[in-house]
RNA sequence: AAAGUAGGCCACCUUAUCGCCACACCCCCGGUGUGGAGGAAAGUCCGGACACCAUAGAGCAGCAUAGUGGAUAACACCCACCAGUCGUGAGAUUAGGACAAGUGCAACAGAAAGUAUGUACAGGUUAAGCUGUAGUGAAACCAGGUAAACUCUAUGCGGUGCAAUGCCAUGUAUACCGGCAUUUAAGGGUUGCUCGCCCGUUGCUGGAGGGUAGGCAGCUAAAGAUUCUUGGUAACAAGAAUAUGAGAUAAAUGAUAAGGAUUGCUUUCUCUUUUGAGAUUGGGAGACAGAAUCCGGCUUAUCGGCCUACUUUUUUU
RNA sequence: CGGGACGUGGUGCAGUCCGGUAGCAUGCACGGCUGGGGGCCGUGUGGUCGCAGGUUCAAAUCCUGUCGUCCCGA
Protein backbone atom coordinates (compact mmCIF):
# COMPACT_ATOMS: atom_id res chain seq x y z
CA UNK A 1 0.00 0.00 0.00
CA UNK A 2 1.42 3.48 -1.00
CA UNK A 3 2.07 5.52 1.33
CA UNK A 4 2.75 8.76 -0.46
CA UNK A 5 0.95 12.02 -0.77
CA UNK A 6 1.22 13.78 -4.22
CA UNK A 7 0.31 17.01 -5.59
CA UNK A 8 -2.77 15.21 -6.91
CA UNK A 9 -4.17 13.96 -4.03
CA UNK A 10 -4.05 17.40 -2.51
CA UNK A 11 -7.14 19.61 -2.60
CA UNK A 12 -6.48 22.88 -4.43
CA UNK A 13 -9.09 23.85 -6.47
CA UNK A 14 -11.16 26.74 -4.39
CA UNK A 15 -14.24 25.87 -6.11
CA UNK A 16 -14.21 22.39 -4.73
CA UNK A 17 -12.97 23.94 -1.32
CA UNK A 18 -16.25 26.79 -1.70
CA UNK A 19 -18.80 23.62 -2.27
CA UNK A 20 -17.11 21.80 0.30
CA UNK A 21 -18.00 24.34 3.17
CA UNK A 22 -20.85 25.15 1.77
CA UNK A 23 -22.88 21.67 1.35
CA UNK A 24 -20.00 19.91 3.00
CA UNK A 25 -21.08 17.30 5.90
CA UNK A 26 -18.85 17.07 9.10
CA UNK A 27 -17.68 14.58 11.48
CA UNK A 28 -15.91 15.90 15.09
CA UNK A 29 -13.74 13.95 16.93
CA UNK A 30 -11.73 16.44 19.19
CA UNK A 31 -9.34 18.33 18.45
CA UNK A 32 -9.50 18.00 14.79
CA UNK A 33 -12.81 18.24 12.64
CA UNK A 34 -12.96 16.36 9.04
CA UNK A 35 -15.00 17.71 6.21
CA UNK A 36 -16.78 15.65 3.73
CA UNK A 37 -18.66 16.06 0.86
CA UNK A 38 -18.59 13.66 -2.86
CA UNK A 39 -16.66 14.84 -5.82
CA UNK A 40 -19.31 14.70 -8.94
CA UNK A 41 -17.01 15.93 -11.69
CA UNK A 42 -15.81 12.61 -13.50
CA UNK A 43 -12.52 14.11 -14.39
CA UNK A 44 -10.85 13.85 -11.02
CA UNK A 45 -9.88 10.49 -9.78
CA UNK A 46 -8.71 10.20 -6.98
CA UNK A 47 -9.42 12.02 -3.31
CA UNK A 48 -8.92 15.49 -2.62
CA UNK A 49 -7.48 15.73 0.60
CA UNK A 50 -6.96 19.12 2.65
CA UNK A 51 -5.70 20.14 5.76
CA UNK A 52 -6.61 23.89 7.68
CA UNK A 53 -5.14 25.55 11.04
CA UNK A 54 -7.39 28.79 12.06
CA UNK A 55 -5.23 31.79 12.42
CA UNK A 56 -7.56 32.91 15.10
CA UNK A 57 -6.23 30.49 17.54
CA UNK A 58 -2.65 30.15 16.49
CA UNK A 59 -1.51 33.54 15.91
CA UNK A 60 2.36 32.53 15.27
CA UNK A 61 2.42 31.11 11.33
CA UNK A 62 5.35 28.36 12.95
CA UNK A 63 2.70 26.26 14.91
CA UNK A 64 -0.01 26.69 12.11
CA UNK A 65 2.89 24.90 9.65
CA UNK A 66 3.79 22.43 11.95
CA UNK A 67 0.36 20.99 12.98
CA UNK A 68 -0.43 21.08 9.48
CA UNK A 69 2.33 19.01 8.85
CA UNK A 70 1.60 16.44 11.69
CA UNK A 71 -1.77 16.24 9.86
CA UNK A 72 -0.62 15.70 6.69
CA UNK A 73 1.76 13.09 8.02
CA UNK A 74 -0.79 11.39 9.94
CA UNK A 75 -3.65 11.46 6.86
CA UNK A 76 -0.20 10.10 5.22
CA UNK A 77 0.38 6.99 6.93
CA UNK A 78 -3.22 6.07 7.51
CA UNK A 79 -5.21 6.43 4.40
CA UNK A 80 -5.15 2.97 3.03
CA UNK A 81 -8.13 3.02 5.69
CA UNK A 82 -10.39 4.71 3.40
CA UNK A 83 -8.20 4.98 -0.10
CA UNK A 84 -9.69 1.97 -1.72
CA UNK A 85 -12.66 0.82 0.68
CA UNK A 86 -14.93 3.93 -0.59
CA UNK A 87 -17.34 3.82 -3.18
CA UNK A 88 -17.10 7.54 -4.20
CA UNK A 89 -14.38 10.33 -4.90
CA UNK A 90 -14.22 12.51 -1.51
CA UNK A 91 -13.17 16.15 -0.76
CA UNK A 92 -12.09 16.32 2.59
CA UNK A 93 -10.77 18.56 5.00
CA UNK A 94 -9.54 18.14 8.38
CA UNK A 95 -9.74 21.61 10.70
CA UNK A 96 -8.27 21.75 13.71
CA UNK A 97 -10.43 23.26 16.30
CA UNK A 98 -8.50 23.50 19.42
CA UNK A 99 -6.28 26.17 20.84
CA UNK A 100 -2.85 24.09 22.24
CA UNK A 101 -0.51 22.40 20.85
CA UNK A 102 -0.73 18.35 20.33
CA UNK A 103 1.83 15.65 20.44
CA UNK A 104 1.78 13.42 17.23
CA UNK A 105 0.54 10.58 18.58
CA UNK A 106 -2.94 11.71 20.12
CA UNK A 107 -3.15 13.72 16.29
CA UNK A 108 -2.13 10.52 14.93
CA UNK A 109 -5.09 8.43 16.86
CA UNK A 110 -7.70 11.23 15.94
CA UNK A 111 -6.94 11.14 12.40
CA UNK A 112 -7.50 7.15 12.66
CA UNK A 113 -10.92 7.29 14.62
CA UNK A 114 -12.37 10.29 11.89
CA UNK A 115 -11.46 7.92 9.11
CA UNK A 116 -13.06 5.01 10.63
CA UNK A 117 -16.20 6.71 10.96
CA UNK A 118 -16.09 8.50 8.27
CA UNK A 119 -16.09 4.86 6.44
CA UNK A 120 -19.11 4.24 8.77
CA UNK A 121 -20.72 6.87 7.95
CA UNK A 122 -20.56 6.15 4.01
CA UNK A 123 -21.66 2.95 4.37
CA UNK A 124 -24.58 3.87 6.20
CA UNK A 125 -25.85 6.55 3.13
CA UNK A 126 -25.45 3.70 0.82
CA UNK A 127 -28.42 1.71 3.03
CA UNK A 128 -30.43 4.58 3.09
CA UNK A 129 -30.19 4.84 -0.83
CA UNK A 130 -31.18 1.95 -1.54
C1' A B 1 39.99 37.82 41.06
C1' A B 2 35.32 40.51 41.26
C1' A B 3 32.07 44.08 39.13
C1' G B 4 31.14 46.54 34.65
C1' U B 5 31.29 49.00 29.42
C1' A B 6 31.44 48.48 24.07
C1' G B 7 31.62 45.41 19.73
C1' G B 8 31.47 40.79 17.03
C1' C B 9 30.23 35.42 16.21
C1' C B 10 27.43 30.57 16.58
C1' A B 11 22.10 29.24 16.52
C1' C B 12 23.40 21.09 18.24
C1' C B 13 25.54 17.30 14.86
C1' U B 14 25.53 12.39 12.25
C1' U B 15 23.09 8.02 10.28
C1' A B 16 18.75 4.96 8.79
C1' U B 17 13.39 4.35 7.21
C1' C B 18 8.88 6.66 5.26
C1' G B 19 7.40 11.28 2.93
C1' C B 20 7.14 16.91 0.76
C1' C B 21 8.84 21.11 -3.07
C1' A B 22 11.92 22.64 -7.38
C1' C B 23 15.27 21.45 -11.33
C1' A B 24 18.01 18.00 -14.58
C1' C B 25 18.40 13.17 -16.84
C1' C B 26 16.71 8.27 -18.23
C1' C B 27 12.18 7.10 -19.81
C1' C B 28 7.07 8.06 -20.49
C1' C B 29 4.12 2.92 -15.19
C1' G B 30 7.93 5.04 -12.70
C1' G B 31 13.04 5.69 -11.27
C1' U B 32 17.92 8.17 -10.42
C1' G B 33 20.79 12.49 -9.12
C1' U B 34 21.36 17.57 -7.15
C1' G B 35 19.49 21.42 -4.10
C1' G B 36 15.78 23.12 -0.41
C1' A B 37 14.25 29.06 5.45
C1' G B 38 16.49 33.37 9.14
C1' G B 39 19.49 36.55 12.18
C1' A B 40 15.81 38.38 12.83
C1' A B 41 12.59 35.35 7.17
C1' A B 42 8.72 39.08 12.13
C1' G B 43 6.74 44.30 12.92
C1' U B 44 5.88 47.12 8.21
C1' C B 45 8.73 52.25 10.92
C1' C B 46 12.00 54.77 6.94
C1' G B 47 14.78 54.66 2.17
C1' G B 48 15.43 52.78 -2.83
C1' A B 49 15.28 49.34 -7.32
C1' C B 50 11.44 47.77 -10.69
C1' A B 51 6.37 48.35 -13.04
C1' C B 52 2.05 51.08 -14.53
C1' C B 53 -0.93 55.58 -14.61
C1' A B 54 -1.73 63.44 -18.05
C1' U B 55 -6.75 61.21 -13.07
C1' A B 56 1.10 61.97 -13.90
C1' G B 57 1.29 69.10 -15.22
C1' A B 58 1.40 74.36 -12.29
C1' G B 59 0.46 77.02 -7.65
C1' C B 60 -1.14 76.94 -2.61
C1' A B 61 -1.91 73.74 1.28
C1' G B 62 0.05 69.37 3.61
C1' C B 63 3.91 65.92 5.28
C1' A B 64 8.99 64.72 6.61
C1' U B 65 13.89 66.17 8.18
C1' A B 66 16.92 69.87 11.35
C1' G B 67 24.74 71.27 15.03
C1' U B 68 29.07 70.87 11.17
C1' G B 69 31.34 67.77 7.64
C1' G B 70 31.50 63.01 5.21
C1' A B 71 29.53 58.47 3.05
C1' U B 72 25.64 56.20 -0.12
C1' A B 73 21.46 54.19 -5.40
C1' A B 74 18.79 56.56 -1.32
C1' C B 75 17.46 57.55 3.77
C1' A B 76 15.15 59.36 9.70
C1' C B 77 20.20 54.75 9.23
C1' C B 78 25.83 54.80 9.25
C1' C B 79 30.98 57.41 10.24
C1' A B 80 34.01 61.55 12.24
C1' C B 81 34.17 66.05 14.98
C1' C B 82 31.93 70.16 18.17
C1' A B 83 28.37 71.29 22.16
C1' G B 84 24.77 69.86 26.21
C1' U B 85 23.18 66.02 29.93
C1' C B 86 24.26 61.35 32.88
C1' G B 87 28.27 58.13 34.92
C1' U B 88 34.34 57.60 39.58
C1' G B 89 35.50 55.54 34.70
C1' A B 90 35.45 52.57 30.07
C1' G B 91 31.27 54.87 27.82
C1' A B 92 25.92 56.16 27.08
C1' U B 93 22.52 59.71 25.18
C1' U B 94 20.43 64.22 22.55
C1' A B 95 13.84 66.33 16.85
C1' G B 96 21.09 70.09 18.84
C1' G B 97 18.03 75.95 13.43
C1' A B 98 15.12 80.70 14.86
C1' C B 99 11.24 83.70 20.57
C1' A B 100 16.39 90.82 17.79
C1' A B 101 9.29 89.07 12.53
C1' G B 102 4.24 88.31 14.45
C1' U B 103 0.44 85.61 17.55
C1' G B 104 -0.53 82.62 21.82
C1' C B 105 0.41 80.25 26.76
C1' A B 106 2.26 80.15 32.07
C1' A B 107 -1.83 76.06 37.47
C1' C B 108 -0.24 77.06 42.65
C1' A B 109 2.65 80.65 45.10
C1' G B 110 3.73 85.80 44.59
C1' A B 111 2.74 92.94 45.00
C1' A B 112 3.65 91.79 39.94
C1' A B 113 4.07 86.33 34.75
C1' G B 114 4.82 91.40 30.30
C1' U B 115 1.08 97.51 28.75
C1' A B 116 5.54 95.03 34.67
C1' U B 117 7.00 97.20 39.44
C1' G B 118 4.55 96.97 45.26
C1' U B 119 6.36 96.44 50.40
C1' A B 120 10.36 96.41 54.13
C1' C B 121 15.41 97.63 55.05
C1' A B 122 19.99 100.00 53.50
C1' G B 123 22.34 103.44 50.25
C1' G B 124 21.55 107.77 47.28
C1' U B 125 19.17 112.41 45.33
C1' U B 126 16.55 119.01 45.06
C1' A B 127 13.15 115.08 43.65
C1' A B 128 12.18 110.40 41.14
C1' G B 129 12.19 102.43 40.53
C1' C B 130 17.72 105.92 40.96
C1' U B 131 20.90 101.50 43.17
C1' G B 132 21.32 97.02 46.21
C1' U B 133 19.21 93.14 49.43
C1' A B 134 14.95 90.22 51.21
C1' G B 135 10.70 86.90 50.06
C1' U B 136 7.40 83.62 45.80
C1' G B 137 8.35 80.62 41.80
C1' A B 138 10.69 76.55 36.65
C1' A B 139 11.17 81.60 35.17
C1' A B 140 11.12 88.36 38.01
C1' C B 141 14.28 95.16 33.07
C1' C B 142 16.79 91.02 30.28
C1' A B 143 16.05 93.09 23.86
C1' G B 144 12.88 87.49 30.22
C1' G B 145 10.77 81.77 29.53
C1' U B 146 8.23 78.49 26.06
C1' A B 147 8.59 76.55 18.91
C1' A B 148 7.96 67.49 20.60
C1' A B 149 2.61 75.93 20.97
C1' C B 150 0.89 78.23 16.16
C1' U B 151 4.66 80.08 13.21
C1' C B 152 9.35 81.52 10.42
C1' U B 153 13.90 79.68 7.84
C1' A B 154 16.54 75.78 4.91
C1' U B 155 16.17 71.08 2.26
C1' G B 156 13.24 67.11 0.19
C1' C B 157 8.47 64.82 -1.39
C1' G B 158 3.28 63.12 -8.06
C1' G B 159 0.28 58.69 -7.03
C1' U B 160 -0.40 53.47 -6.83
C1' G B 161 1.90 49.10 -5.71
C1' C B 162 4.41 42.24 -7.96
C1' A B 163 -2.98 40.80 -6.08
C1' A B 164 2.11 46.25 -10.03
C1' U B 165 2.27 44.82 -15.12
C1' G B 166 2.20 41.73 -19.95
C1' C B 167 0.21 37.33 -22.45
C1' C B 168 -3.08 32.84 -23.00
C1' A B 169 -7.38 29.78 -22.63
C1' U B 170 -12.50 29.48 -20.71
C1' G B 171 -16.98 32.19 -21.26
C1' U B 172 -21.32 35.89 -21.30
C1' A B 173 -23.74 39.10 -24.98
C1' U B 174 -23.80 45.31 -25.70
C1' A B 175 -23.11 47.06 -19.91
C1' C B 176 -16.62 48.29 -22.80
C1' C B 177 -13.08 50.73 -26.25
C1' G B 178 -11.36 53.35 -31.00
C1' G B 179 -12.74 56.44 -35.43
C1' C B 180 -16.19 59.82 -38.00
C1' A B 181 -20.45 63.06 -37.80
C1' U B 182 -23.74 65.80 -34.36
C1' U B 183 -24.56 68.79 -29.79
C1' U B 184 -21.22 73.25 -27.40
C1' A B 185 -23.34 72.59 -22.13
C1' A B 186 -25.74 70.97 -17.55
C1' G B 187 -22.96 67.39 -15.14
C1' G B 188 -19.08 63.82 -13.60
C1' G B 189 -13.66 62.26 -12.42
C1' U B 190 -8.70 63.56 -9.56
C1' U B 191 -4.86 64.37 -3.53
C1' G B 192 -7.50 68.87 0.39
C1' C B 193 -8.32 73.63 -2.69
C1' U B 194 -7.65 76.68 -7.34
C1' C B 195 -6.14 76.51 -12.44
C1' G B 196 -5.34 72.93 -15.93
C1' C B 197 -6.41 68.07 -17.83
C1' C B 198 -9.80 63.90 -18.89
C1' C B 199 -14.89 62.01 -19.71
C1' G B 200 -19.55 63.42 -22.01
C1' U B 201 -25.57 63.40 -26.05
C1' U B 202 -27.18 60.73 -30.31
C1' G B 203 -26.26 58.05 -34.89
C1' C B 204 -23.03 55.18 -38.14
C1' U B 205 -18.86 52.03 -38.34
C1' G B 206 -14.79 48.96 -36.56
C1' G B 207 -12.77 46.12 -32.47
C1' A B 208 -13.05 42.55 -28.65
C1' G B 209 -13.87 44.33 -23.54
C1' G B 210 -15.85 43.98 -17.92
C1' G B 211 -16.73 40.48 -13.65
C1' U B 212 -15.30 35.56 -11.75
C1' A B 213 -12.03 31.45 -11.22
C1' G B 214 -7.32 29.30 -13.70
C1' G B 215 -2.38 28.93 -16.33
C1' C B 216 2.41 31.23 -18.09
C1' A B 217 5.82 35.28 -17.69
C1' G B 218 7.31 38.98 -13.90
C1' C B 219 10.59 35.16 -10.18
C1' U B 220 15.15 35.44 -8.43
C1' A B 221 22.85 36.19 -10.63
C1' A B 222 22.05 40.40 -6.98
C1' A B 223 23.54 48.58 -5.43
C1' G B 224 24.79 40.02 -3.87
C1' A B 225 28.31 36.53 -0.67
C1' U B 226 33.45 34.97 1.01
C1' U B 227 38.79 35.98 1.02
C1' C B 228 42.83 39.24 -0.06
C1' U B 229 45.18 43.96 -1.56
C1' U B 230 45.14 49.36 -1.94
C1' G B 231 43.12 54.38 -0.36
C1' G B 232 40.63 56.66 3.90
C1' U B 233 40.81 58.26 11.38
C1' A B 234 36.08 55.82 10.06
C1' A B 235 31.46 54.84 7.53
C1' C B 236 32.91 53.40 2.79
C1' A B 237 35.18 53.12 -2.16
C1' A B 238 38.27 50.70 -6.01
C1' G B 239 40.63 46.21 -7.82
C1' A B 240 41.60 40.83 -7.98
C1' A B 241 40.33 35.74 -7.00
C1' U B 242 36.72 31.92 -5.65
C1' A B 243 32.11 29.19 -5.63
C1' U B 244 27.05 29.85 -7.15
C1' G B 245 23.12 26.06 -3.70
C1' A B 246 14.67 28.21 -1.87
C1' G B 247 11.06 29.93 -5.51
C1' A B 248 6.01 27.64 -2.98
C1' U B 249 0.69 29.60 -4.32
C1' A B 250 -5.19 25.86 0.83
C1' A B 251 1.30 27.55 0.17
C1' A B 252 7.38 22.75 0.10
C1' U B 253 12.24 21.55 5.10
C1' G B 254 8.55 16.98 8.42
C1' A B 255 7.71 12.34 11.37
C1' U B 256 9.89 8.03 13.69
C1' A B 257 14.30 5.44 15.60
C1' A B 258 19.49 5.14 17.15
C1' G B 259 24.18 7.31 18.52
C1' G B 260 27.36 11.38 19.93
C1' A B 261 28.75 16.38 21.80
C1' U B 262 26.99 20.99 25.21
C1' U B 263 24.98 23.02 29.84
C1' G B 264 23.23 23.00 34.76
C1' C B 265 20.44 19.46 38.57
C1' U B 266 20.94 14.69 40.95
C1' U B 267 23.33 9.39 42.82
C1' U B 268 27.98 7.19 44.07
C1' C B 269 33.38 7.20 44.23
C1' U B 270 38.42 9.46 44.25
C1' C B 271 41.83 13.75 45.27
C1' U B 272 42.19 18.16 48.30
C1' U B 273 42.71 21.70 54.95
C1' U B 274 38.60 24.31 52.52
C1' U B 275 36.70 26.65 48.16
C1' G B 276 36.88 23.17 44.43
C1' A B 277 38.48 19.37 40.52
C1' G B 278 37.81 14.54 37.97
C1' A B 279 35.02 10.03 36.83
C1' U B 280 30.15 7.76 36.93
C1' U B 281 24.27 6.74 37.32
C1' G B 282 19.43 8.63 36.26
C1' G B 283 15.72 11.60 34.43
C1' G B 284 15.50 16.59 32.03
C1' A B 285 16.75 21.18 28.82
C1' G B 286 18.15 23.50 23.79
C1' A B 287 15.35 29.57 22.63
C1' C B 288 12.96 33.34 19.38
C1' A B 289 10.74 31.90 15.35
C1' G B 290 8.94 29.91 8.81
C1' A B 291 10.86 32.80 2.76
C1' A B 292 6.05 34.88 -0.69
C1' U B 293 9.03 40.85 -5.94
C1' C B 294 14.08 42.10 -4.40
C1' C B 295 17.72 45.04 -1.72
C1' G B 296 19.90 49.00 2.34
C1' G B 297 18.71 50.29 7.37
C1' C B 298 15.63 50.73 12.00
C1' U B 299 12.71 48.41 15.87
C1' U B 300 11.12 44.23 18.55
C1' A B 301 11.65 38.65 20.21
C1' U B 302 15.65 35.30 21.66
C1' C B 303 17.93 29.17 25.28
C1' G B 304 22.87 28.46 25.96
C1' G B 305 27.74 29.74 24.89
C1' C B 306 32.36 31.76 22.72
C1' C B 307 35.87 35.72 21.25
C1' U B 308 38.12 40.77 21.24
C1' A B 309 39.16 45.62 23.34
C1' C B 310 38.71 48.64 27.53
C1' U B 311 37.30 50.70 32.70
C1' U B 312 36.92 50.62 38.19
C1' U B 313 38.11 48.27 42.92
C1' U B 314 41.08 44.80 45.79
C1' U B 315 45.36 41.54 46.24
C1' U B 316 50.31 39.94 44.60
C1' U B 317 54.93 40.99 42.00
C1' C C 1 0.78 44.13 0.32
C1' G C 2 -1.52 48.54 2.02
C1' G C 3 -4.84 51.72 5.11
C1' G C 4 -7.58 53.07 9.70
C1' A C 5 -9.61 53.16 14.78
C1' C C 6 -9.38 52.13 19.99
C1' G C 7 -6.77 50.90 25.08
C1' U C 8 -9.01 55.67 31.50
C1' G C 9 -12.36 52.66 38.70
C1' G C 10 -15.46 45.76 38.45
C1' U C 11 -18.49 47.23 33.58
C1' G C 12 -19.81 51.04 29.72
C1' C C 13 -18.03 55.86 28.50
C1' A C 14 -16.33 61.53 28.90
C1' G C 15 -11.87 64.41 29.56
C1' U C 16 -6.78 64.44 24.92
C1' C C 17 -7.89 69.09 19.79
C1' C C 18 -6.18 74.07 23.36
C1' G C 19 -0.76 70.51 29.18
C1' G C 20 -1.73 72.27 35.62
C1' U C 21 -8.67 69.82 39.47
C1' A C 22 -8.94 62.61 36.65
C1' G C 23 -15.22 63.14 36.01
C1' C C 24 -20.36 60.68 34.62
C1' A C 25 -23.62 56.43 34.69
C1' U C 26 -23.87 51.66 36.63
C1' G C 27 -21.96 48.21 40.32
C1' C C 28 -20.46 47.47 45.58
C1' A C 29 -20.70 48.98 51.12
C1' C C 30 -23.30 51.79 54.94
C1' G C 31 -27.44 54.81 56.59
C1' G C 32 -32.51 56.86 55.92
C1' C C 33 -37.82 56.90 53.90
C1' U C 34 -41.53 51.77 53.91
C1' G C 35 -44.62 46.75 58.00
C1' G C 36 -41.36 44.05 54.04
C1' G C 37 -39.62 44.00 48.79
C1' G C 38 -38.93 47.28 44.82
C1' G C 39 -37.96 52.27 44.18
C1' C C 40 -36.03 56.94 45.85
C1' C C 41 -32.59 60.07 48.87
C1' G C 42 -27.77 60.74 51.28
C1' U C 43 -22.68 59.25 52.42
C1' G C 44 -18.61 56.38 51.07
C1' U C 45 -15.58 52.82 48.16
C1' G C 46 -12.71 51.94 43.91
C1' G C 47 -8.26 54.18 38.57
C1' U C 48 0.20 52.19 37.68
C1' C C 49 -5.05 56.66 32.41
C1' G C 50 -1.90 49.49 28.00
C1' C C 51 3.80 49.61 28.53
C1' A C 52 8.76 52.19 27.96
C1' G C 53 11.46 56.55 26.94
C1' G C 54 11.70 61.81 25.76
C1' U C 55 10.15 67.37 25.61
C1' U C 56 8.43 70.58 29.68
C1' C C 57 8.70 73.70 36.02
C1' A C 58 4.58 70.19 35.25
C1' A C 59 2.08 64.85 30.63
C1' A C 60 -4.16 60.80 30.64
C1' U C 61 -3.25 65.11 27.20
C1' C C 62 2.54 66.81 23.14
C1' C C 63 6.51 63.55 20.52
C1' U C 64 8.91 58.68 19.55
C1' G C 65 9.05 53.50 20.11
C1' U C 66 6.44 49.15 21.53
C1' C C 67 2.34 45.58 23.05
C1' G C 68 -2.72 44.15 22.54
C1' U C 69 -7.78 44.30 20.40
C1' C C 70 -10.90 45.37 16.29
C1' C C 71 -12.14 46.97 11.32
C1' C C 72 -11.42 48.00 5.98
C1' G C 73 -9.32 47.68 0.78
C1' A C 74 -6.69 45.11 -3.28
Redesign the pocket.
Known sequence: M??????SE??????L??IL?TEGNSIKQFPIKLLYHPIKNPEITTCKT???VPK?NF?????R??L???M??AF??NKYLVESNLNHKYAL?FIFTARKNY???EI?NCIIQLLKKLKEKESTHEKQDD
Request: glycine share 2%; proline share 3%; net charge positive.
Open positions: SETFPAKLKSKIIDFGVSRKKAVDNYKRLRERKMEYES
